[in-house]
């Protein structure tokens, strides 16, 4: 019992640290490949302000374009797309919506962003699209009642950068037609139900912005270990630019707060986890080293030295460990593997729909480093290892002769 | 004379269970030469288990000198303790107090392991001791699978078995029929005879009383009579004390098994 409590635990322990990470670095990597990927490039100020007129200069642009497509920078780095971000209103025969607009250059978003891969009517936009083409979630085009080929038109203001002068056209309200080339579906409401996709030539068009600026410059990494490090050469390379390079974690401060803030609890419940396990095993010992008051007796009585006693009891408990632990890590792992083949589907507890604010796919799956295994390994060791001294304590003390006493 | 097994000195005990004190052992002087068959009697509540139990270091005394083997045991530790009584101990108990899990042989050779000794020599040892005492065949049955004569030889056996300079024997025979008693204190008497280990019995049993070269009675904690019958003892008559010491050095008079062993011989 006391093998399979322990094992137990540490199955338990492999299971939840699987499923964390696996959520964590899913959440991750969808946050950033609906957003603004692991590391971006924007206008100083942008982010605290939020206003779509802070462009980046086209020279920025290019030079970032440029380094990124050298050096050994070019192996972390998985893909790199320019963007330019507006609001703007979507009509249609039936209604109309507030969009955000996202121009992109649709071969560089393949490589960075999910949508592409989400489509589920029409196709995501082709760099010979014609101009009118877009793509746009599935809750905006059930309620605006769009279908493929469906037209809409597409109102807002044009951008003026800081700086720029006002021309007659600057402060006015501009339109364009759209043909409805896609209809992508992330689960995710925010993004359904308001982003909607066009060239980044048409957007740039009906924007009225020149000369190639962008919002950003969004990277997707090969790993997302590498955003800080990656973060930091940008830096150095565009020292003296009006330009803030933002990794993932400030760019999507509350993603990375409520990971935190998971990672936190989930630390606690491991940690109820361990002490449950921890005081059933502490229980079990105990028991069993009273149970045996009367064979440590005898042992005692016959020359064996209480240190003695506690090695055996604590070398004993250590067997026990050795062989919950390859118990724990067989279950563990083989759950864990289940896991991160097939997924947990979670749908059943999203039935009406994902929070807005949650960057979350409902089917999660279990990732385990080696790094994980041998910690949760060793905690688990360590925590028998432990709980093992006070039994053998007790054991060591043994008084003779009344543990001599035949029940 | 300097060959002393066990000499205790106004030796005392008292059994505390909350307010209520139980005069256990109240001054106890006594030497035991080594070699000795000898035995402890007494009434219940005369304090001879308790008397065992401090000459095997398995209790401490509250007051007074215990030397057993040329040490004072209660300068000892535990671990100290521990180390005496698998060197040069044996204990046979009323219960025998066999380990239920392990085998015959294994039970008899639990202090050889202790010891150290290397597994087929402890085989070895051990097997040649059960064909003496008659535990020929049986070394692979648990004790719940052996009569009590033959747990009791386990158990003496297993006390023999270190060649101990002193054997500790708690009522051997009292969970024994009377063929099994005899049976058991031949084997008992013979080992004496033939290594010089010194033997002290606690008992009720008038069999082993005969048997015993020296009978030491025990009221209310207290020797009341010390008797060796002549032409049995190990030691000669004038060496018993009651309620005496002799001059000895204990620290410097270790007696051994080869040390008895040629005491008996010279006998």
Do not use: C
């Not at chain 2, 020296?214 to 003892?233: C, E, F, H, N």
């Amino acid at each position: 019992m006391t093998a399979l409590a322990l094992g137990l635990g540490l199955a338990l322990l492999l299971i939840s640290l699987g499923l964390l990470d696996g959520g964590h670095e899913q959440t991750i990597a969808d946050g950033v490949r609906f957003g603004p990927g692991h590391v971006v490039i924007e206008a100083k100020g942008y982010q605290d302000s939020s206003s779509d007129e802070l462009l980046l200069p086209a020279q920025v642009v290019s030079k970032v374009e440029g380094f990124l497509s050298t050096g050994k920078i070019k192996q972390v780095v998985r893909g790199v797309s320019p963007r330019l971000l507006a609001t703007g209103l979507l009509s249609s025969s039936a209604s109309s919506a507030g969009v955000r607009i996202v121009g992109v250059i649709p071969e560089d978003e393949r490589a960075v962003s999910l949508i592409p891969q989400r489509m589920v009517e029409g196709t995501y936009l082709k760099s010979d699209d014609k101009l009118s083409g877009v793509v746009i979630g599935d809750e905006l085009a059930r309620k605006l009642e769009l279908k493929i080929g469906s037209k809409a038109v597409l109102m807002t203001q044009s951008l003026r950068p800081p700086g720029t002068v006002t021309t007659e056209a600057g402060d006015e309200m501009q339109s364009t037609l759209l043909r409805v080339s896609g209809i992508f579906r992330t689960g995710l409401q925010a993004i359904d139900a308001n982003m909607i996709y066009l060239p980044l030539s048409a957007a740039q068009a009906l924007l009225g912005v020149t000369g190639g600026q962008v919002t950003q410059v969004t990277l997707l990494l090969v790993q997302e270990g590498d955003s800080t490090q990656v973060a930091k050469v940008l830096r150095e390379q565009l020292t003296g630019a009006p330009v803030e390079v933002l990794t993932w974690r400030e760019s999507l401060p509350m993603l990375a707060q409520i990971l935190g803030l998971d990672h936190a609890f989930n630390y606690i419940m491991n940690g109820v986890i361990l002490a449950m396990v921890g005081l059933g095993i502490l229980n079990t010992i105990l028991m069993r080293v009273l149970e045996r008051r009367y064979e440590f007796g005898v042992s005692k009585a016959l020359g064996l030295k209480p240190g003695q006693l506690a090695v055996m009891v604590v070398g004993e408990s250590l067997a026990l460990t050795a062989i919950s632990l390859a118990l724990g890590l067989g279950l563990g792992l083989s759950v864990q593997h289940y896991f991160a083949t097939a997924g947990l589907d979670l749908r059943w507890v999203f039935k009406t729909g994902l929070p807005p604010a949650l960057v979350f796919d409902p089917i999660l799956y279990s990732r385990l480093s080696v790094d994980r295994i041998v910690w949760s390994v060793s905690i688990v060791f360590a925590m028998a290892t432990i709980i093992s001294f006070y039994p053998a304590f007790k054991a060591a003390r043994t008084e003779l002769p009344d543990a001599l006493k035949v029940l | 004379m300097n060959e002393w097994a066990v000499k205790l000195s106004d030796v005392r005990k008292t059994y505390r269970t909350g307010p209520i004190e139980v005069p256990a052992l109240r001054g106890v002087t006594l030497s035991i030469g080594a070699g000795e068959f000898a035995a402890t009697a007494g009434p219940s509540g005369s304090g001879k288990t308790s008397l065992l139990n401090i000459i095997g270091g398995l209790d401490r005394a509250d007051s007074g000198e215990i030397w057993v083997a040329g040490q004072n045991l209660q300068s000892l530790s535990s671990s100290e303790l521990a180390h005496l009584r698998l060197q040069r101990i044996g204990f046979v108990f009323q219960t025998y107090n066999l380990l239920p899990v392990l085998t015959a042989l294994e039970n008899a050779e639990f202090t050889l392991l202790l010891q150290g000794m290397p597994a087929r020599k402890r085989r070895e040892k051990v097997e040649k001791l059960f064909s003496e005492i008659g535990l020929g065949g049986l070394e692979d049955r648990r004790p719940a699978e052996l009569s009590g004569g033959q747990q009791q030889r386990v158990a003496v056996a297993r006390a023999m078995v270190t060649e101990p300079a002193l054997i500790l024997a708690d009522e051997p025979t009292a969970n024994l029929d009377s063929a099994s008693a005899v049976a058991l204190l031949d084997v008992m008497e013979q080992l004496n005879r033939k290594t010089g280990t010194t033997f002290l019995f606690s008992t009720h049993d008038p069999q082993v009383m005969e048997r015993a070269h020296r009978l030491i009675r025990l009221r209310d904690g207290q020797v009341v009579t010390d008797d060796t019958r002549s032409g049995k003892a190990g030691l000669g008559e004038g060496d018993r004390r009651v309620g005496q010491d002799s001059h000895l050095s204990p620290q410097t008079e270790r007696p051994s098994v080869h040390e008895a062993q040629l005491f008996a011989q010279a006998k």
